[in-house]
């Protein structure tokens, strides 16, 4: 194991050089939070598919294989069919706005301000929780590796991600999101899947020993799929650790074709996580949990050294979505609430001090996530109650904002406020993991949007124009306070 853990080291340091180099970047907000909108084809399509692929569609995608067989694959299929739909249909609009939240683009379509606070609570608790379930995951991969317990490996990988996330912003991030990029192709790709199919027998083997189950790409179950899609799908549509990897971009055709590369790459890692589950299940049939299998055959069936590069691509997926959920959180924090309550809008300030402040809230908000994360034990529920928020609360006025016109601030302001009261009252009344929470909470968000702005005075011609501008791109950088209709 000496050779792994001398990988896992060098690995890990490597993250904090990565992140003291991003520091020397970093000297504007633009710089600090969306990587001066420099990303070119290739960075961008890589961080992108990095940050979408974290420990649940690593460690989560092959333990759905081993719970369910080739089906498994449909979680993590989802999220690549969102990340494919947001890149061909929306992402080139996005990425002419020039905001850096999604607030501020809700601000920037509805006019006045008023949407943008709701919504950036509803934001910032998802990328909390989101930030926490990857934190978590850094339990299972340090306790393989190092057979520490379980407060100290989340300190530890939380640690290090907080540090090079507060040094560097998203340079450091971009940067260490193509190494952990590069590590998972190799890692999981070309290494884990190959190897486990073989041990497993091959194909023929496979089959011969499961339940022909496990080969039918529907056997997860319908209705499993429809809410993978609503949550997972829909969720990549508007979450702001998405989009602000979309405010990356150099141009809008980058964000278009190198989102499309990224969600198809999405794709083929969810069947490969699959396969690898299912060769689990044959090799391993009574394991205790299904999140045990990723572990149990890297620990038992790979050879020293690809051990340790596989236990690497863990920690990549995890490190790359939990420094994402980060920055996102931090943003959110300081932008769209701190400097609003202080009422400070979002006026011009020297970029010394935008930097300094958005470093000291990701300092901030990794403390509140490695506290939450040490606190929480389910892993599932945390996430679902985030995807729920997030899809029940925001998706409509978001999407409502991009594709119809007639939609005003009133509907928008109510529709958060109906979809998010109503996916709480059901969680709480059907239970977290239920599916009726974000059925009914998107239902009821959809209503409350449509019936209110139709009932309210439709939004002003000169908020309108001036967003028409910002989506073609006609308009710089330079919106300091949300526009507002004329008294």
């Known amino acids: 194991m000496a050779v792994d853990y001398l990988v896992i080291v060098v690995y890990l340091a490597g993250m904090l050089a990565m992140g003291l180099w991003g520091m020397r970047r970093a000297r504007s907000k633009s710089e600090f939070l969306v990587a001066g909108r420099r990303l070119g084809p290739a960075m961008y399509s890589g961080t ?3 940050i979408v692929l974290g420990g649940a569609s690593t460690i989560g995608g092959v333990g759905l294989g081993y719970q369910y067989g080739l089906s498994g694959a449909w979680m993590v299929f989802t999220i690549g069919l969102g990340l494919l739909a947001l890149s061909v249909f929306f ?3 996005i990425a002419r706005l020039k905001v850096y939240t999604v607030s501020e683009m809700l601000d920037l379509r509805y006019g006045g301000g008023r949407a943008g ?6 934001m910032w608790a998802y990328t909390l929780m989101l930030a926490v379930t990857s934190t978590i995951a850094y339990a299972t991969i340090f306790d393989v590796l190092f057979d520490i317990n379980r407060t100290l490996a989340i300190v530890l990988g939380g640690s290090i991600v907080v540090a090079y996330s507060t040094l560097g912003g998203m340079w450091s991030i971009t940067l260490t999101d193509m190494v ?7 890692g999981v790709l070309l290494l884990l899947l190959p190897i486990a199919v073989v041990k497993a027998g091959g194909f023929a083997e496979m089959r011969a020993e499961l339940p022909t189950g496990y080969f039918d790409p529907l056997g997860i179950g319908g209705e499993t799929i429809f809410t993978y899609v609503l949550i997972y799908t829909f969720g990549m549509l508007i979450g702001q650790d998405i989009w602000q990897r979309v405010f990356t971009a150099r141009s809008d055709r980058t964000a278009k074709w190198g989102g499309t590369v990224a969600g198809t790459y999405c794709l083929a890692y ?9 060769a689990a299940k044959v090799l391993y049939p009574n394991l205790g949990s299904a999140d045990d299998a990723f572990a149990t055959i890297v620990k038992e069936e790979l050879p020293v050294g690809v051990r340790g590069l596989v236990l690497a691509a863990a920690l990549a997926a995890v490190m ?3 420094s994402g959920a980060l920055i996102a959180c931090a943003t959110v924090a300081n932008n769209d609430i701190w400097s609003r309550l202080r009422g400070l809008g979002r006026a011009p300030s020297d970029d010394h001090d935008e930097v300094r402040g958005n470093r000291a809230f990701i300092l901030l908000m990794g403390i509140a996530v490695i506290g939450t994360a040490i606190a929480i034990d389910d892993v599932v529920e945390a996430l679902t109650v985030a995807y729920n928020l997030l899809v029940g609360g925001l998706l409509v006025p978001i999407l409502g904002g991009l594709v119809w016109k007639r939609g005003t601030v009133y509907g928008a302001l109510t529709s958060v406020v109906v979809g998010g009261i109503a996916v709480i009252v059901l969680m709480a009344t059907h239970g977290i993991l239920a599916n009726e929470p974000v059925y009914y909470g998107l239902l009821a968000s959809l209503a409350a949007y449509v019936i209110v702005s139709l009932a309210t005075p439709a939004t002003d011609a000169a908020v309108l124009a001036t967003w028409r501008e910002r989506l073609a791109g006609r308009s710089p950088e330079l919106s300091s306070e949300p526009v507002t209709a004329p008294q």
């Open 48 to 50: 992108m598919a990095a």
């Open 91 to 93: 992402s080139a609009r």
């Open 117 to 122: 606070v709701i919504s950036g609570v509803v």
């Open 180 to 186: 952990q990029f590069v590590v998972k192709t190799i």
């Open 270 to 278: 969810a069947l490969a996580g699959a396969v690898i589950g299912t």
């Open 320 to 322: 790359s979505t939990s």
